[in-house]
């Protein structure tokens, strides 16, 4: 625990931070803080209409929550929540990068952003849309390449982002560019299949939320939509640029829905969508003719675009650019930025004649209080706000820039596997601040970029400085599923080989190593190798992993033949490309066994004869049925429960799953589906036994480590993810694919 405490210490003054503002603003507001827009969900808890000017996914929320307690309560959840918020946002990015300060810099802007607590304070929706995002972001980014259910999950949790707040519809966008560049699925044939699944499994998972919701919008409205807010936000922006001049003179709705004040005099687009277009009243002297209120705004609208084009794009790009200024300011004819600071007294912003009373009347309905402050508390938050409590302007914009760059390839980028996770949370970013600014520009729609941009920033950042989407495995022991075989990685591992040794430099019998920063006990491995086993020579490949030592070195004087990846991706990826590879270069059988010396090559003759024999297909080491060391009584019945799940999952007799000594036909090697990077022993067995292989396990020895230590996590760890891909094989190999499951038992001798 001291350990744990230590690591992530920066974390914890963070979160130290943040927890003690949050309890700060909570006992100085009391019982919460309304807002305009808060009146309009409470007034709907009722009927529950989705014709309203706010979509109903947070009116549901408060529907629920109320049922616990009132505002006051509310507010302490909504609190809560943005705390776990930042802490999930800093375990996701240890999944990327093993640099604590980064995932750090992360969860900050939540824990400490003045804006993020007064909003978290106010009854609005913004929380539980950053908090759907955040498990959208997971969905996606959690566990290295997305499957299709992952990409389902994520769909729906944007289309519930999308009836909180109606901006999330332009996530979609960046979710299905990052469905079709994640894991390079992009660059082989079979690649663009599981693309294809996935992407439409994301869709899918938007329209299995928003159709039903948008049917429900049909019952009560008769035309198809998601709320009732729909000419008037266009409207808004097209009114304040509007050049009358450029409208058919003899459209009479057309110029009634100009304003008439010149261009130099308008008023901000807050005032023409609320009080202009919002006015049940307006225009007062009628409609002209027989199109309604919203075809006539549409139609204003599409005009202004179409014949100011330019001015249209530009104020929109204007009022983007706002987001990254250095100092939280009130732009011209935009909305105050004191509707968002912490103000000395309880604030009570106009909703009709009688404000006061509402808000008495609110407050004292929901909690039994009337509105009241703690001026010292009120007086702390304010200061600490309007003192720089914020996240900075330019702060925010290097965050993009990072993740850009990191999406872009710059650097070390271009090779670090991050790159598609850098665009999906920069990119959702800032497509989410462009579409709001698209309505208009407000310091409250800048808040859900503090979830996406500095997470963007920070994977940029951990590509640019050599991070890989391996590194994943640092914080969970686990890595990202390979691609198909051959990646850029084994394309270019295998041309450097041949570049070396030609294209058949192999014996029939081929023993591969992976071997990952082994220089201290590979030599001692290769100098005791048998040369011959029978009749056939002995050639041994050594597929180094990315390995930061002289591995590659040491065992080319001990005589290997040596295959050099570039990048650390795992065990297993390492002995796929050393089967192929052998099976390219004149092998017809593959031996396996470990850099580290564990087993006894002498017993080698013993592995290979049922195959020469042709009384096997697959010759596996037990050491159950021999004898072997060890230093972990959790491995130790690790072996034994393993055994025991893989016999029930496939009805046959097994005694050891991980044993990595083994003999097999090299074509058998080459046509089973191998994706896992690391824990890939039961991957192997079973897609082996589920094409009907004749499989036959030895007794064999295993000793301990001659040198260093595993690379495989700790025995939890390394058994939860062992169980993981077990039972994942099983079912992609047996259920899915209908793999043989006892025509032919395992054999032992």
Known sequence: MIGFLRRHWLLFALLAGGITLRVLVWLAYEPALLYIDSFRYLGNLDALRPTDLNPLGYTVVLKVLFTFGGLAFVQAVQHVVGVLLAVSLYALTLRYTSRRWIAAIVAAPLLLDAYQLQIEALIMSEIWFQALTVGALWALLGRGEPAWWRAGVAGILIGLAVVTRTI???????????????????????????????????????????????????????YWGLTGATGNVLYGRTASIADCSKLPPDDAGLQLFCPDEPLSERQGIDYYTHFVYGNPDWPPEGLPDERTKEELANQFAREVVLNQPFDFVGSILKDFAKNFDPIKRTHHNDVPVERWHFQLTYPYYYVGESTLE???????????????????????????????????GPLLAVFALLGLAGAAGVGRARRSGLRAAAFLATGSGLIILLGAASFEFSWRYQLPALVFLPLGGALGLAAILGARAESIGAATGRRPKMDDYPDDVDAEAVADFRQRYGNSPLTPLVVVIAAYNEAKGIGTVLREMPTHCGDLPVSTLVVVDGATDNTAEVAREAGAYVCEAKRNRGQGAALRLGYHLASECGARYIVTTDADGQYDNNEMPLLVKPLLDDTADFVTGSRRLGSYQHDSAIRWLGVRVFSWLASLLTLRKITDTSFGFRAMKAELATSVTLREPQYQSSELLLGVMARGARVLEVPMTMRLRNNGTSKKGHSIAYGANYARVMLGTWLREYVLRGGKRADRAVRTS
């Open 168 to 222: 999330g519809f332009t996530l979609v966008v960046p979710m299905v560019v990052y469905l079709v560049l994640a894991g390079g699925a992009w660059r082989s044939k079979a690649g663009w299949r599981r693309i294809g699944v996935r992407a439409t499994a994301g869709v899918l998972g938007v329209m299995v939320v928003l159709f039903p919701y948008s049917a429900y919008f049909y019952s009560q409205a008769g």
């Open 358 to 392: 509402t808000f008495n009347a609110t407050t004292y309905t929901y909690d039994g209080v009337l509105p009241s402050v703690n001026t010292d508390l009120t007086s702390f938050l304010r200061g600490y706000q309007l003192g720089g409590g914020y996240t900075w």
